[in-house]
């Protein structure tokens, strides 16, 4: 039994000796201040109302009942109206360190997601041009979140959605042309909502080496599907640059092809939801909390983009994912609500608040001082891969994660590629590095390093008290970054206990030291190293064993 398991259950057979009922359930966390304890509990205030007493008074009553020694306390003590406050052993709270060294790579893995299916969509970017930075925090969170529900026993599909039909992508065909016709000696003339960049120019050359019988791109169906499949390849690249891959593709084109967008409108009209007016078909989104009704079909005959949104999260659902998460841009925020509406509109069974959103604000890139806002090759906006080139893949990510999705973030090029503590992801890869040195300089095998036999009471300075908790409450921390779908809680919390270990390793030597505490040490550095790498993991950066 662990030492939060073992506190936990002596604690509550104090709460029935004092009266309390059998299926009471303390509630303990870490106290603010590490110098009032190790863990605090409000339990005497809850029993308060049922014990009729003062919660001082059930306080004081629970902390005389309680078996320290089975609970592995070696002080509990009284504060305020009504709070105990616990520190345990250092002996039992240290061996909880055998659990990190046995559970090796799957340290903060959990199974509260059953092996039920999940999808998350993320990056999803329209196959005109290649990924930007939006898109790259966008990629990041996505890939992270999904790692995270993975870690925690869900079966996670990670999955893109080509928008590959519509407006925009007409004209990227009509952009390629006209870059294919000044080819041929024609005046450039790019279409209004035309796509500038080099890459238009590199296209109409590919297409031009493929297609020599069509030089001014007049097959303009042709010049959209090579526009689109080279485009698709370059946004690969960004991808595989940036180290994601997704499991799946879907193309919104097939949802027109299939007729599971007209199948969709069949439906909603089938359950009553929909009206015409003057030659339009909306949807009653407002009966399901939408301000107000939404065209589905335009007069002309064409469908508004929300419509095939729906069609697509239908699939999902009948797909068998019984949990969706979209990562998308803030610029969403109105899709949502449609989206579910439409889905309810089904009735076809879909949970209300199926999919999940977590939008993201866009990225401000600043260097030497300045905003920096185009890229050479992409003509109006700065690459992903712009970003990898100056400063690596894992300042990338870690950047782009640092902060809550739905804050704004100002990605510093001049940190991130700086090898100094001020740089977040440096300062943490050090960390691991540090640790992992220990067994180079030492000769130490780490493999041998199991935790058996040891005496865990020499960790006892305040700064291995610290690292100790910090090591042990990380399954309990990734359990709640999944749950809120948070992985700038992972990235803090890799920073938080990166500069605990940079003071532990200077403070307290390891190697040299009597023969119990150098062994102990080996064993503290050895789950250090161990919950670093997997937190790294799980945000997709790699954990060196050299800087």
Not at 106 to 114: C, E, I, K, L, N
Not at 264 to 277: K, S
Not at 524 to 547: C, D
Request: charged content about 25%; glycine content about 8%.
């Amino acid at each position: 039994m662990s030492g939060l398991d073992a506190l936990r259950a002596a604690l509550i057979q104090a709460a029935v000796r004092v009266g309390a009922p059998a299926d009471v359930a303390p509630v303990l966390e870490r106290p603010r201040d590490p110098a009032h304890g190790d863990w605090a509990t409000n339990l005497a205030m809850t029993l308060a109302k049922p014990l009729a007493k003062k919660p001082r008074e059930i306080a004081e009553a629970l902390v005389a009942a309680l078996d320290t020694a089975a609970a592995g306390v070696s002080e509990a003590s009284v504060a305020g109206p009504g709070f105990i406050n616990f520190r345990l052993s250092t002996a039992d709270l240290a061996s909880g360190i055998a659990r990190i060294l046995q559970s090796g790579e799957s340290w903060g893995r959990g199974d509260a997601g059953h092996g039920r299916a999940a999808m998350v969509e993320f990056v999803s970017a329209n196959p005109t041009g290649p990924l930007h930075v939006g898109h790259g925090r966008q990629a990041a969170l996505g890939d992270s979140i999904a790692s995270l529900l993975a870690s925690q026993g869900w079966k996670v599909t990670r999955e893109f959605y080509y928008n590959d039909a519509g407006v925009q992508i007409a004209n990227l065909a009509l952009s390629v042309q006209a870059r294919l016709r000044e080819r041929a000696g024609d005046p450039l003339v790019i279409p209004e909502g035309g796509y500038h960049g080099d890459y238009i120019r590199e296209i109409a050359e590919r297409y031009a080496a493929e297609c020599p019988n069509d030089p001014r791109g007049d097959d303009l169906e042709q010049v959209r599907q090579l526009a689109v499949r080279e485009l698709r390849k370059e946004q690969d690249l960004d991808l595989r640059a940036f180290g994601v891959q997704f499991d799946n593709y879907y193309l919104e084109s097939s949802l027109y092809t299939d007729g599971l967008v007209e199948k969709t409108v069949r439906g909603l009209q089938r359950t009553g939801h929909t009206f015409e007016d003057d030659g339009a078909l909306f949807l009653r989104t407002t009966s399901f909390g939408d301000d107000k009704d939404r065209v589905m079909r335009k007069r002309d005959g064409t469908f508004t983009y929300f419509v095939p949104d729906v069609a697509y999260h239908v699939t999902k659902f009948e797909r068998g994912y019984t949990r969706a998460i979209n990562v998308q841009g803030a610029d969403h925020h109105g899709t949502t609500a449609r989206v579910r509406a439409g889905l309810q509109a089904l009735d076809m069974g879909v949970p209300k608040g199926y999919p999940e959103y977590v939008l993201h604000q866009m990225v401000t890139v600043m260097k030497s001082g300045e905003e920096v806002k185009i890229s050479k090759r992409a003509g109006s906006y700065v690459t992903v891969r712009d970003l990898i080139d100056e400063v690596g893949r894992d300042a990338v990510r870690y950047f782009f994660l640092m902060r809550k999705g739905d804050s704004q973030l100002v990605f510093d090029v001049d940190l991130a590629r700086s090898q100094s503590e001020e740089n977040p992801v440096y300062y943490i890869q050090m960390a691991h590095a540090r640790l992992c040195g220990i067994f180079r300089v030492g000769d130490v095998d780490a493999g041998r390093v199991t935790g058996d036999g040891l005496d865990w009471s020499v960790l006892d300075t305040p700064e291995e008290r610290e690292l100790v908790k910090a090591l042990l409450d990380w399954p309990a921390f990734v359990a709640t970054a999944a749950d809120n779908l948070e992985p700038h809680r992972v990235a803090n919390w890799l920073l938080e206990t990166a500069r605990m270990v940079h003071t532990w390793y200077h403070k307290c030597h390891v190697l040299g030291e009597p023969e119990p505490i150098m062994q102990a040490r080996l064993a503290l550095a050895k789950a250090a190293r161990i919950t670093l790498a997997n937190g790294l993991g799980l945000l997709g950066i790699s954990a060196p064993e050299r800087m």
